[in-house]
């Protein structure tokens, strides 16, 4: 009862509410796949770059593949990643910002500058460049778990920043002192103490970090260097259809809906996120 207590309570915030519904579509759509779509992988060039049917409701590509169960089958992957990139991400960038602000000293002006360094390079540029760097230092090409891989290694960053400046503040707070004069030991204080007074920022970070992860993936499947074809990838799809713009838009079109639709679901739910758990700076950025 008390968890469906809870849950009423943040589907009370509209927000929040909208943002849930559109993921959960989303999700169940994606659980549905083999139900709901054809095989994504299968070509057809007699049927190739065919308008929107009701054999077809978003059309096929030029290879003559239904873009209905491209798509529905591309939310299963696109989620997968990001989902995990954003959990991966969230537990190394907590645990180095912990360490850095908790410590001080000579371990935090080093992973300050390391944060900084990462913060000064645009993040799509650090992205290719990571993909390249592993591409060729493994000797294989682009695939999922390079993809991952690159994107843990930048994205842990904006965690490791906030964590680090919350952590910074806590340490000298008195329940703090008061725990150290008691004997507790540093592992103690930082797990018992510190994290679970920061969780709630950074699970709204997280939830805003899952949109601008999927953002991400895609945008390097668009370049050409993310999960590559025939994988069912929305950002890949984008950049098959890129040459199609002019005879067949809807190549382009509907994944491009796709990520619209999965950004702003994760984004409306970090932000009513915000609101419940900081209602008060929400409330003061009004007046």
């Known amino acids: 009862m008390e968890v469906i207590k809870n849950l009423n309570y943040y589907l009370s915030n509209k927000t929040f509410f909208v943002g849930f519904v559109i993921i959960v579509c989303i999700v169940v759509v ?13 070509t057809d060039m007699a049927d190739r770059l065919s308008a929107p049917s009701y054999e077809h409701p978003f059309g ?48 935090d002006d080093i992973i300050g500058r390391i944060i900084d360094t990462f913060l000064s390079i645009p993040e799509i540029i650090l992205n290719i460049a990571m993909v390249g760097v592993l591409m060729v230092s493994l000797n294989i090409g682009s695939s999922i778990w390079i993809v991952i891989l690159a994107v843990i290694i930048t994205n842990w960053v904006s965690y490791a920043r906030i964590t680090r400046g919350m952590v910074l503040s806590l340490k000298e707070r008195e329940f703090v002192n008061l725990s150290k004069s008691a004997g507790a030991s540093d592992y103690w204080i930082l797990f018992k103490h510190i994290i679970p007074n920061i969780v709630g920022p950074i699970i709204v970070l997280a939830t805003l970090n899952v949109g601008n992860v999927i953002m991400t993936i895609s945008s390097l499947g668009f370049l050409g260097l993310g999960i590559q074809p025939p994988t069912p990838e929305w950002g890949a799809i984008l950049n098959s259809g890129k040459n199609y713009l002019m005879i067949a838009p809807w190549i382009a079109t509907f994944p491009g809906l796709a990520i619209m639709c999965a950004i702003l679901g994760f984004n409306l739910i970090g932000d009513g996120l915000r609101d419940i758990f900081e209602p008060k700076s929400r409330r003061s950025a009004y007046e």
Request: charged residues 10%; contains cysteine; proline residues 3%.
């Open 30 to 42: 994606g659980l549905l796949a083999p139900f709901v779509a054809n095989d994504p992988y299968k």
């Open 60 to 107: 096929t590509d030029q290879l003559g593949r239904d873009l209905f169960s491209q798509v529905i089958y591309g939310v299963r992957i696109s989620l997968i990643v990001a989902l995990s990139i954003s959990m991966i991400s969230m537990i190394l960038g907590c645990l180095i910002g912990a360490i850095s602000g908790y410590i001080g000293g000579f371990v």
